[in-house]
Each structure stands twice: as C-alpha cells, then as structure tokens.
C-alpha cells in the first residue's frame, strides 16, 4: 500500500476523510464536504447517535451518483487535547480495518491544517495503517483479499507541507520496512527458513543497502570453540551459523561499534531430548530475536543513521538425532566456561551466550544488548503485550524505556538477583543451564547470561518470548508476526551512540 503526500489531478479518490473529536464539530475542510452535499453530512452524524467520535470510531456517509467520492469517511480523534503518538498509531489501525471493510481503495485523508496534528496525523496514523495492513500469504493458493473485490491500494494526504511532511514520513517508513523484513521471517515456516537459509535471506537484504555479512559455519565455530551453540545445533542436518552484521554509518573508517546486539535465532525449537510436549508448533518463532535484530539493522541502515553497531545472530535448529546433545552433557562455551547441560528445552541461553563472547571479544563492545524468545516464563509474566527487561544498570533501561515509548513497543523492567546468580552455578561445571525449581524461569535464564557479560561491559537483555508472535489480532497488528521492538531497537541504539 502507497502512502502519497499531496493531492494530484491525475488520482481518482474514492473515498475522502475527515477527522472529528469529541464536540462532533466539523472543521473547515469538513465543512466543504458537507456543502458540496447540501448539509448530508453534518444530518447524517446527527442522525447517527452512536457516534461519538470517540479514537478510531467511524462514521461513513455514503454517497450517491454523481458525487465526486463515493462515500466520506468521518473518523474520530477522541479529546483532541489527549492525543499522543501511540493513539494516532492506534487510530491508523483501526482506520485500517475500517477503511477496509468499507471497500474504500484510494482514500484522501483531509487533515485540519493545524500544523502539528496534521503532521502527527500524517507521520503516525499512517504508521498504523502499514502496521495493520500487514500480512503472510506467501503460501496462500488463494490469497485472503483475493474475494474481498477492493482492496486498500493508497492513502494520500491531502496537505500544504507535502513535501515537509513526506520526508517526516520517509524516516518511519524506513522502521515499517524493517518491521515488515521481521515479520517475513518470523512468519517463514521452520523448512524453509533454517540457519544457512536465514543467513542467506540476510546477506541478501542488507549487503546492499551498506551492512558488511559475515556468516561463520559450523566448521568455524567448532574451530573456534564456540562449543554452546555447537552443542545446541548439532543434532539437526541444518547446522549452525553464526552471522555478524556491521553496520558503521560514521564515515570513520576506525571507529569502534558503540554497541553490540545478539539475537536468539532458534528456527526451530523441539526441545531437543526434553522434547516440548505442548504447543511446539509455536516454535517456528524462536528466531524472533534475530529477526528483530535484523530487522532493526535494515531500519537503521535505510535510514543512514549515524552510528556504528554490529550484530551477532546466534542461529541453530534445535532437533533430536543420534547426533543430538544430551541432557548431563558437559560443554564449553566460547568464554571458556563450562556448563551442564540440565535441559536441552534450554538451548536459547546456549546459543547466545557464544554469540555475546564473540562480540565482546572481537569488537570490544562497551553496550551489549540481547534480544531473545528465552522463556515461556516471561510469557506468562507479561503476556502478548509486554516484553520483559533485564539489566542492573538503572542508565541503560532508562534509555530503553525511552526508547520503547517513543516507538510505542511496551516494555517492562524484570529483575536480577545475586540469588539466581548463585543458583545457575553449576555442581560439575562453572554453570547450569537449568535453575532448581520453575520459579522466576524468566530470571534464572537472564542469570545465565549475564554470566557471560565482561566486566565494564553495560549489558541488557530483552526477553521477547510473548510479544514477536500475536495470538489474537490488536489495533496494530493481525495474528501472526509483530515486528516488535525494531522501533525501539532502531531509537536505542541511537540513543547509546549518542
Ligand atoms: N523458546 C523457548 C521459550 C518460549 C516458550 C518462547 C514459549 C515462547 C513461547 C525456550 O527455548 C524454552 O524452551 N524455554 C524453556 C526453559 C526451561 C526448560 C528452563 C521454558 O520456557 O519452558
Ligand atoms: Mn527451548
Ligand atoms: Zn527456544
């Protein structure tokens, strides 16, 4: 779907829409459209009292032979003086739906040119629109729109700054189609997407728009002892990768990353020997973090960002064979300490505690920052709402909160305590992979990690297990993939360079 700034001759609208608020006042541009009808508009919202105006609510007149649209479309704004970035993304979505249902195709959004609710109108309830609008029929004989007769095809504003506005709008939709890269491989099925496979899909997407790919095999991660992610990815015939992203949009040529990013890339998560009794079809979104990790790379590089970063995605497929990892097998990680394996269920913490050793010893990353569907804990704890936050420096999750909020992605601050510390230590070797009992899963696992994080290094960890898959649609998104957190990964990692 189009997004277009300024109106030209040469488009037919079909549909034109104002907003209102609560007073259910027409504005100018309102006003217009209800001269041109002899005052049917301004009859028909009287005439409809449920309307209220409230966010996202709409009223739709249609209109006869001879009009110049087929129908206006009156939205609300809800209290005008309470509209915040995230409403007007709220109110995108839902206008989605309803312009949609509707059957409107090329629609010409007549904001009140009040300057800057014109702009947020623009920047962020489009933003909605394209967050709504997305979804996965690649493997659809028939797709979904495809009986539907019209489809949603533009949206164009209607405004004096077009120009001003239209490069307001160029940055977003920069996040958008690093979302949409998310989405796609989070929505990708586990055999099609697997570690080379994810690897390749990668490189392909962002060699080109300036991110330097190195992928490591499995050869080279046996060679260099990775032997975490090793264990973990062994037992499948899809062995594992390690793909670095860099990303330096400084200029300098030896600059060092200001931070560095993992991502948790199981493509598929069996168990292993704990096979996974319930709901493992869920498992093709074990990649989620890597695919958020990606995703934000491809915003941050559409949008030449100033800043230098580099990521790791840690990716393995997490299967059962003779070949397979065990539980009580005793492995070495990349840092050198050792780690009994109590669970093979717990593979995410392995693949990425490799992954963050290998950036904090090649690049010296002073930031480091995770991104993983670790525990079906931190599920439960916050739903398909919140992702969870772990770090101990009070800085860094004040930067992630901002973050967050400024992308509308929720997120909310879990702990960590010397006490799970203690109990992830291992009886046989430096750690375990498992905690004693299922209380606080969601902290235990971020224990883990930070076992793994340098001194003088500012570590956090995004525990994204509920949020980068939709059980039941909301006002942004569809069931299926989200694209959760790449807004807030893209505003973190510029506000960390700052
Ligand atoms: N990928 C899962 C976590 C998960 C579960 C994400 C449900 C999203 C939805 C992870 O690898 C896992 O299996 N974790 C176990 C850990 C346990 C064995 C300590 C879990 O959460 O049960
Ligand atoms: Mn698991
Ligand atoms: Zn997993």
């Given at each position: 779907m189009d997004i277009l700034f300024g109106k030209t001759s040469k488009k037919k609208y079909d549909t034109a829409l104002v907003f209102v608020a609560e007073d259910l006042k027409l504005g100018a541009r309102g006003k217009i459209l209800d001269d041109a009808v002899e005052g049917a508009l301004v009859a028909s919202i009287k005439n409809?009292?449920?309307?209220?105006?409230?966010?996202?609510q709409t009223h739709i007149l249609p209109l006869g032979k001879g009009a110049h649209y087929k129908r206006v479309v009156v939205a609300g704004v809800g209290k005008a003086k309470e509209l915040t970035d995230q409403k007007l993304r709220v109110l995108g979505g839902k206008l989605y739906d309803a312009l949609k249902a509707t059957g409107a195709v090329d629609v010409l959004m007549m904001p009140e040119e009040d300057g800057e609710l014109a702009a947020g109108i623009s920047n962020f309830v489009s933003e909605g629109v394209l967050r709504k609008s997305y979804f996965f029929d690649?493997?659809?004989?028939?797709?979904?729109?495809?009986?539907?007769?019209?489809?949603?095809?533009s949206v164009t504003y209607d405004v004096d700054n077009s120009k001003a506005l239209a490069a307001k709008f160029e940055a977003t939709k920069n996040v958008i189609d690093g979302m949409e890269l998310t989405r796609n491989l989070v929505s990708e099925p586990p055999n099609a997407l697997y570690p080379d496979s994810f690897a390749k899909i990668v490189e392909k997407e962002l060699k080109p728009l300036g991110v330097k790919v190195k992928v490591l095999d499995e050869k080279k991660l046996e060679k260099m002892g990775a032997g975490a992610i090793m264990a973990v990815g062994k037992g499948s015939a899809r062995k594992p990768r390690l793909a670095i992203l860099e990303y330096n949009g400084l200029g300098k040529k030896n600059s060092k990353p200001s931070m560095g990013i993992v991502g948790k890339g199981i493509t598929f998560d069996t168990g292993g020997y704990n096979v996974k009794t319930s709901n493992m079809h869920w498992m093709q979104f074990d990649m989620g973090g890597a695919g958020t990790v990606a995703g934000a790379m491809k915003a941050i590089a559409l949008n030449k960002e100033k800043v230098h970063v580099v990521a790791a995605l840690a990716l393995a497929e997490n299967m059962i064979s003779d070949e397979a990892y065990r539980p009580s097998d005793i492995i070495t990680s990349l840092s050198g300490q050792t780690i009994e394996v109590l669970n093979t269920d717990a593979e995410g913490r392995l693949v990425m505690c490799d992954a963050m050793t290998y950036l904090q010893n090649?690049?010296?990353?002073e930031t480091l920052v995770d991104v993983a569907t670790l525990t079906g804990a931190c599920m439960i704890a916050l739903g398909n709402e919140y992702g969870g936050a772990f770090t101990p420096s009070d800085e860094l999750w004040r930067k992630i909160e901002t973050a967050g909020g400024e992308s509308g992605d929720k997120v909310w601050r879990m702990p960590l305590d010397e006490a799970w510390d203690k109990e992830m230590?291992?009886?046989?070797?430096?750690?375990?992979?498992?905690?004693?009992?299922?209380?606080?899963g969601a902290s235990t696992a971020a224990a883990f990690l930070k076992a793994f994080v340098q001194e003088d290094v500012t570590w956090a960890h995004l525990d994204v297990a509920g949020v980068v898959w939709s059980f039941k649609p909301n006002d942004l998104w569809g069931k299926g993939a989200t694209g959760y957190g790449v807004g807030m990964l893209q505003n973190l990692i510029k506000e960390c360079a700052a």
């Open positions: 409809a009292p449920r309307f209220k105006g409230k966010l996202g690649k493997y659809k004989g028939k797709k979904d729109d495809a009986d539907e007769g019209a489809k949603l095809t090649e690049y010296k990353v230590k291992g009886a046989h070797a430096d750690l375990k992979n498992l905690g004693d009992s299922s209380f606080a």
